[in-house]
Structure formats: structure tokens, C-alpha cells
């Protein structure tokens, strides 16, 4: 039951098939047995146990809250979870308990949504590994899945397989490593420049970043706050759309979401994409570009176009500006964001008090990482009076003409785009960290985060396994605040794909409570 | 006001005011005209013969100050610019403070509607062009009060801009004419105070009290068209008069609800404009023209002196008298200003450009503002002068006193006195025993109704106008008691009585031979010096014409 869909436990649990505290209990014992994944930082086993029990009596009555109550969830340690620590993987905010909900958390605890815990991230959601926080690396459960064993055992002989695990992706690697290995059903991410489509992809997961304005970021521990968008993980796109439904909608706390009212949708079931016009931009077919990966990208244009949609090639001039743009706006930002953690109000204080800058400055020295302090020095660099209008005006000017890029191609007739999420599949531990936090965000973000630039919303699919048995999605992106449309699309390619699901029998054996479920053993031995 | 710690003469006499409309300034220099009939911004050719025709001797290079304001107004609202914390005055500290005001990481700001609708109110009385796109920056800066590590403004496109104000300053033998002046208001910007931090140097330690953390403020910059400490004093001064009469700030400098920096710099007329420092938190009325006096004085004589002004800032030490520089190197700091990226630009509509079926909560028209501003204080005194036939300066006055005018107008409702023998007791009497014990008007034991009964005692020549003064001097004193009653019991009214007037003048005659022989010979001041023995008589109660007709009858006679 656990590798069941979002929408499927919830049909499950109001046919009373199960309670929410059996379900919650399952999933508690799933984590423990997964600890070494290392996906999440916090487990709030108490929090989640009773609002099971709530959502339990809920159900006896007849009064369950909708398709979320009873639903185990997990979300980003970058969320504000009122009486929760929210760290950020970051000794800056390490035994930070922060007094209120963020917006989107608040709106799934209101659907009767159990918080399971809080997942694992870059510090400060800065990378795209989830190898740079505080509290280690996550490992991406595909590492130890049939699947990738099976190649593995084929290649190499004698080599042991734990030291050779696969990194998640990242930042949002512990939401993405959380729904893969079935410890939850729908998980929260944050997406700046990627870091909830990146891991998805990585992670075999659906991974969907809504339009800018969207989705309330009220809560939300910011990196850029004119990119963030929180991110929306699952194992299909029915359940990513089920809970957009629920976190969609203005926030009086947020200036930058919309007034229009959202209403709350199902996906259509498409079965004709004959009047769909799908845009392959050409900028995207980058050297660095696994052949796996392209020869799957054309796949699934080719696909399209067997089933009568257009498939036109279509091009985003000015993609090749975009990471140095990137670069220079996220870290702009992100220096004066950091302004605040200073040690005086909340978080991380050094002993040290000789003055008050030299508090601040020690307390930022241990509170930030390499990577945070490196971005911080160079954002504030870009904001030098000198500097601003050579580089952050510039930048910002660059990032409206690659704004328009998207506005063009989309007034040119095509629905959506598609493309790669990223250049290959997860690579492993061991390889991944020969290059730094700066080149890897720089190489791995390359077709994610334009989307950020331009507010659009866009999703990764998975759509096959690799030679070597690992999970490579492609990603859809729509128009500004079309995300129905884009998940309608994202739905009926996933449709197509049969994406297979991730094999974890190893890990489940032990834990009865999974065993006893024949559909799971069913589904994966297919 | 105190003696400003200068070198030279005193305000008023020390300077000459240029046709520039300033005060100019002249090393042990006489002055010289003393007229500002020139109006502002004239062509340096006016400034050009003012030097030709000063001969100026070597050494003897007269100077011009120029002085720009930028002044902080604490918007009058309920809430906070940016959270729905409350605003007071002197609440317990950190009692005031919302998870925003905090900077608890993920909160985001919002803009309060009234912080808004109280800069474009002000904006329009003075006279500004109201942006209908403005924007929020960041500014940066790490200090323990300001909990994000910067405060959010509006740099780049401020919400009201080009705008005036008028204000007047006092000059002449008594200060006692008012000369009208203009500075420009280069922009209004709605910005974030900061908090309070409380040195304890005893303990080396900060206190940290965020409850002003956040509150609005209206920054006001006004362009360096002032001259002289007194200038800059008087156009605070009327800045305060308008804000409190639109409601937007209650401008109390005491309660640090308005708060001014002055940039100040030195020139020779015709020459380019010096170098300025800026002189940082004034935040008293007395001080902000005797700090700027100083720091105008101090540039000069460092000029003189072959020194050179430094572009910093300094701060104004009240006991000393003079400038510093600041410790801090705030003044130099690079703030590396950024756009909020969290708050969308600000847009206000008119009458003709609001959009059909907007929800009215959620837009601000302006055009509905400025059918809401109240009568300006301007305004308000030029009525005085017209209704009344009042002096300029004693329209000044009466506005000069938060609910002097109020009092006035209320004490003119229930007299048939003329308004200028009003105008003089309000003026003299009445604020002058305010003055004396430190009361503010409506702390005053006096009642209008009251002043307004006692003149018109007065007026129907009940008793005598120093007879008023005792009454007025009781009825202080004495709450409760009316005019008439103290009239009475004191015996103060005019003596009605002629025959015991009459015996009264002869006595005093025959008690004063030399007078009277004075008087007789000629001398008409003596005829004076009687009527005065006789009012003594009376105790004050006789009218001194009465007296004079009595007294030269019996002469005759």
C-alpha cells in the first residue's frame, strides 16, 4: 500500500481499507528502516501519530477534511513548521523552532494532511546534489533498488556497492528521496533554479514547479525570493495536481501571489493530442548532454507526433546567458536575504563579544557554509554602487529578454515546451563532489532555471530507466499560470511512458507492515 | 532661543541676507543689506553684483551656506508599515513586534493601505507630483536594531515627487516681520523605521527594543535651498503644522516622531557649491539651527583656516553646542540598494484612470485624497488676516500652539471685543501665563468662555483694562469663579460714582501743590502724573479719562 498513489491511499482510506494511524505508523517505521537515506532531518513521529488520531476520529464520523486527511506528507527543511525545528541543513538555524506555519504547510495540515517530518537539503536549499548541508548527503533510494542493482552486478566486479551510492539531486534531495522510497505520498519542495525538477528527475518522481504567483511562499525560507516557488513532489501527476489544488491561491501574507481566485482541479484524461503544438527548443540540445538522455528526449518527441500533436523545433535565443544571469541575480539576493541572520534575534550566536561586528561577523563565520559565504561575497560584490549597474541592472535585463524568449515562443501557437531536466542521470557520491557546489549548480540547473528567470510553471516526468538502470525524466514547461494545462499534457505522456516502478524489496522485506501488501510486491515484480 | 555657540555676533545681525534669498555670511563682516526682497533660484547675475558691489577687501570674501533637510515623519496609523503590529508611543519594549518586525526568516512584507493613503495626502499639500508607480528598495546595513539587515525604501521611484513648501521666517528689529519663503520638496518616500538600541556602557551592553522597528515613516527631502539654521528651524517648523493639520504624523519631535538630518555645505557666491557634511539626528527644535549655525561656522573657519571640509557625517552634541564626527562609519557605508523583489510596484490611480469594478479595498484614488485634505495652516492664517485684519506674524503665533487657535477663535464666539484686543490677550497675557508654568492650552484654567466674559467686562467698561489683568491673574488661580463673581468680591469695577470721583481728584490735588503748580506752569506731563495718584486712589477701578475730565474741570473751575 505504501507504493501506492497519493490518490489511491486516499480512495483506501475512505473506504476504510485502512486508518490514517496504520498508514502513519507504516510510513514511521518505513523512515526508520530508511534512516540511511538520510531524507530527512527531523521525523515528527509525535505531531504525525496524532494527527492521525484526529483524522482517524474524522473518518468514524464521517467527516473527513478531503483527499489529503489522513495522507502522510513530508516537507523541506526550508518550510517554517510552527513547534518544529526548521534548520535549513544549516548550523545558522540548527534548534531554530520557528512560532508559525509556513502558508502551504498550513493549508495541508488544514486538509488533514500528517506531517511526517521534515526533509533533507542543501543548506540554505543552495545546490544541486543535496550534498552541502549541515546534516551529510542524502542518498537517492535508487542506488539500492533492483533496478540499478541488477546493471551494476553485470559491470563491475568486487566493488562494494554501499561506498558507490547515487546522489538525489537537489536541493529539495530529502523530499525527492522521501516519495521515491515510499516513506510518504506527496512531498514540499522549493524550486529557484531547479531544485524540485532536478531531484524528481533524479529520483524517479513527478516534480512539479508552479507559476510563479501561484503558490503562497509566505514561510518559505527564501534563496531568491523573485524565483522561489514551492514545489509539489509525488509518484504521479493525478496527485501533484491534487495538491496544487490545495496550496494554489492568494495569500494576504504574500504581495506576489495573485488575487485571482484558483479553483481546484481535475486533471482531464487526455486521449487526443492532435491539437497540441509541443516547442523542442533547440538551445537545449547541449554538448554536455547525455546521448541517453537526448535519444530520449527525441523519443518523446517523436512520440507526440505519432499521436498527431505538432512537434515543432522552436528557439529561446538567449538560453546561453541564462546561468551567468542566474549567477549574478540568485546571489544578489541571496546576500540580502542572509542580512538577517545575524544572531541577535533568533538562530546561531558565537561566544565571541568584544563587539557587536565581531559577534556578526564570527556568528556568520560558523553559522554559513563555504557555499553560502561564497554566494553571499559575491552577491553583495554585484551590489557594490560601482558594480549594480554592470551586473545586477544588466542581469535583470537579461533575464526579461529571456522572459520574452518564453512569451514569443508561446505567442507563436506552441501549449508547451519540452526538454531534458537534466544532462544525465544521477551520477554517483563519489563522482559528483570532484567538482564543486558553484560548478555543479552551474552545470546541473542548465535547463531548469531559465524557467525560475521567467515565472513559468513546469514539471518533470520520469519517463524511462537509463542503461544503468536509473530513473531519467524530461521536463514540460507551460505558459504563465496555465499549470492545468501543462499537468494535463505532463498526465497524458506519463500515460504513455509506463514509468517503472522503483523496486525496493530488499528494504521492504523486513518491514512487515509493507510485505502484507500484495499490490506493491505485484506492482514492482511487473 | 538660546544664544547659538558662535564665534561671531549673534542670528539676525551676523549675516547679510543675499539676493539669493539666504543668509550670507562675511568674515568680521558688517552687514550689509539687510533686505530679501529677491526671490529663490535668481541668475547668478544677482549674486554677481552683490560681490562687485561689496569692494570685498582681501581676506574679506563674503560666504554663502547652502542647506539641504531630509526629515523623518512617524506616520500616524494603527499598524505598521509593513505588519499588522501596533504602533505606540512608550510601551513596554518588544511588546510591540510581529514575526516580520522580527525578521523571522520567511515572513514577507505588507503594505499597509493608510501608510500609503498618508504619503499621498502629504504629498499633495505639498504640492507633489504623486507617482502612480512607485517602487520598494533595500537598503543595507548591519545594525542591532534593524533585525533584516536592512530597511526597506523607496530610492529609485519614490511615491511623490517636485514638490514646495512655503514657510516664513522673522526678521526686523523685533523678529516681528514675517518674510515669506520656499523650499523645494525633492521627494516624499514611505520607508521603515528602525528599532531603538539602548547602550548599557556601564555593563557594555545593548538593549535591543524592536517595537519601532517597522513603523512607517515619511521620509520628506527637501531641496538645499535654505541658508541658515533659522530657515531650516522655520521650514521643519511648518512641515510639523501642515502634518499635524493633514493628520498624517503627529510630528512630535520630543517622541522622535519627526526627526531631521541637515546636509550642509559653505561656498563663496558665484562659485560652485562646496563640499557637505551631513549632520545627523536632530531631533530637537531648539538644536537643528544651532547645530547648523555651528557646522556653517565651523566650515567657514576651516576654509579660512586653510583646512578642507570632509564629505561626512557628524552628529550634533546638545552640551557642547558643536558637531562631531561620527564614530560609526554609517556616512560612508555602500548600502547596495536592491529592489524589494517581494513587494509588486506600488500603483495608485485617479478619478479618470481607475479601473472598472476594482474592488475599492484594494485601490488607493487620489483624486479621493485630495477631496479630503483639510484646510493648511497657510491658508488658515491668511484667513486670520483677512477676517480679523490680524498681523501676519500674529497669525504665526496663533498656529504656533497646538489648540492656541482653537482657543482663540472660541473666546471671539462669546466676545463683542474687538479681535485685536483678542489677538493681544490671547497672544500676550493669555500664553504668556501658558509660557510661565509650562502648561499647553489645554491645560490652561482658564476657559474661553471665561477670557471671553472678562473682556467683555472690559469692553462695557465694567472695569478697567488693569483691573482685567487682576481678574485674569484670579481667575488663574482660582478655578471655578467667574469674572463677575471675582469682580465683585474684589471690588475691581470702574467707579460709577462721580461724586466720589470728584472728592477723590481734589484730594489728591491738595495733597500734590507741586504737581499741580507743575501743571500750571505748563508742564502737560503733570497732568498725567495725576491722573495716575488718582487711579492708585481707586485702586484701578476709575477709567483715566473719567479721571482726566474730572481733574481738568476742577482746574478750570
Redesign the interface.
Known sequence: MLGWTLREVSAALKQGQITPTELCQKCLSLIKKTKFLNAYITVSEEVALKQAEESEKRYKKGHSLGDLDGIPIAVKDN??TSGIETT?ASNM?KGYV???N?TVVQKLLDQGALLMGKTNLDEFAMGSGSTDGIFGPVKNPWSFSEQYRKKRKQKSHGEKEDSDWLITGGSSGGSAAAVSAFTCFAALGSDTGGSTRNPAAHCGVVGLKPSYGLVS??????L???MDVPGILTRCVDDAAIVLGILAGHD?????TV?DPVKPFVLPSLTDVSKLCVGIPKEYLAPELSSEVRSLWSKAANLFESEGAKVIEVSLPHTSFSIVCYHVLCT??V??N?????G???GHRCDIDLS??AM?AATRREGFNDVVRGRILSG?FF???EN?ENY?VKAQKVRRLIANDFVNVFNSGVDVLLTPTTLSEAAPYTEFIKEDNRTRSAQDDIFTQAVNMAGLPAVNVPMALSSQGLPIGLQFIGRAFCDQQLLTVAKWFEKQVQFPIIQLQELMEDCSSVSENGKLASVSLK | MAAPVLRWLCPGRRWAFARTGGCSYHRRGVPTASTSSGKRGQSSVAQQSLITAQEPRKGDREWAAVVGLEIHAQISSNSKLFSGSQVHFAAPPNSLVSFFDASLPGTLPVLNRRCVEAAVMTGLALDCRINKKSLFDRKHYFYADLPAGYQITQQRLPIAVDGSLAYSVCVGKKRGQAVARTVRVRQIQLEQDSGKSLHDDLRSQTLVDLNRAGVGLLEVVLEPDMSCGEEAAAAVRELQLILQALGTSRAIMAEGQLRVDANISVHHPGEPLGVRTEVKNLNSARFLARAIDYEIQRQISELENGGEILNETRSFDYKLGCTMPMRDKEGKQDYRFMPEPNLPPLLLYDSASLPAGADPQQVINIDQIREQLPELPSVTREKLVQRYGMLPEHSFALLNEVGLLEFFQNVMKETRAEPKKVTSWVLNTFLGFLKQQNLAVSESPVTPSALAELLNLVERKAISSSAAKQVFEELWRSEGKTPAQIVAEKQLELMRDDEALEQLCRATMEAHPQVVMDLKKGNPRAINKLIGLVRKATLGRADPTAIKDVLERQLSG
Open positions: 518550510f517554517s535549513c538555524l520557528p512560532p508559525y509556513a511562499r509566505h514561510g518559505l525560507i527564501p531568491v525570493n523573485s494576504p501574507k504574500d504581495s506576489t488575487q544578489s539576493e546576500a540580502s542572509m542580512a538577517r541572520f545575524d541577535l534575534e533568533y557587536t561586528e556578526y553583495n551590489l557594490l554602487k549594480y545586477f
